[in-house]
């Protein structure tokens, strides 16, 4: 088990341009979230996947945000037009959700994308 | 958005020493959760309870999910330098599709050796 991984563990870009991030869950979690954390905070909910589904997106996350997770494995952030209030540490989670309501599930995180818009 | 309370922000406490860390909120949560994270690193889970009134440890950890379902506690005893970090409790309703997080801001802990 080789854990949740992120690609890249840094990244800085100007204002306006486009990046997107990588998440690998663990192999055969069915679910993967997407948070936010800035500095003193704890992380906020963005969106996530349960397979290829997207099925619940935060407020929070802007139309200049676009999650996929087109074949039910890994994931991509994408950020488009970044402003300085995009700079945050990008974390992904993966779980194993049972099928039937009420199943316990454990979200396991991973290393976190570091963005800094300059 | 909402977030759970965590106080105080920050505790320092002595080598070996016993340290209790409570987590409130307004809302009911099926499922409480103790992660830390260090700088730099994503949270790590500590320890995860799934019923009221649950009291589960992990080493020196200890958790327990309240009776209403509104807070949780985490003990960590013997306290030694590598429990330095932040520590953050998180709910979560467990209900149809919502199974997201909610976390407080954390409790950065020092110990002084």
């Known amino acids: 088990d080789t854990g949740v991984s992120q690609d890249p563990r840094h990244k800085i870009t100007k204002r306006g341009q486009n990046v997107t991030f990588r998440c690998d869950p663990i192999?055969?979690?069915?679910?993967l979230y997407w948070y936010r954390q800035t500095l003193g905070q704890g992380p906020e909910f963005l969106t996530y996947?349960?397979?290829?589904?997207?099925?619940?997106k935060s407020r929070l996350l802007s139309d200049r945000f676009s999650a996929e997770r087109p074949k039910g494995s890994f994931s991509t952030l994408e950020i488009q037009r970044t402003e300085q209030g995009d700079s945050a540490m990008y974390l992904c989670a993966s779980s194993f959700r049972r099928p039937g309501t009420g199943a316990e599930e454990t979200q396991y995180f991973g290393p976190g994308t570091r963005l800094l818009v300059l | 958005g909402q977030q759970l309370n965590q106080s105080p922000q920050s505790m320092f406490i002595q080598e070996g020493e016993d340290v209790s860390m409570n987590c409130t909120s307004s809302?009911?949560?099926?499922?409480w959760l103790w992660y830390k994270q260090e700088p730099g690193e994503g949270p790590v889970l500590l320890i995860a309870?799934?019923?009221?009134?649950e009291l589960t440890s992990n080493g020196r950890l200890t958790a327990q999910f309240g009776i209403t379902r509104k807070d949780s506690f985490l003990n960590i005893s013997a306290s030694i330098p590598s429990d330095v970090g932040i520590y953050f409790c998180?709910?979560?309703?467990?209900?149809?599709?919502?199974?997201?997080?909610?976390f407080g801001k954390g409790i950065t802990l020092s110990v002084r050796p």
């Open positions: 998180a709910g979560q309703v467990r209900a149809g599709a919502n199974s997201k997080l909610t």
């Open positions: 192999s055969e979690h069915n679910r």
């Open positions: 996947f349960q397979n290829e589904a997207q099925l619940e």
């Open positions: 809302s009911i949560f099926n499922t």
């Open positions: 309870l799934y019923k009221a009134g």
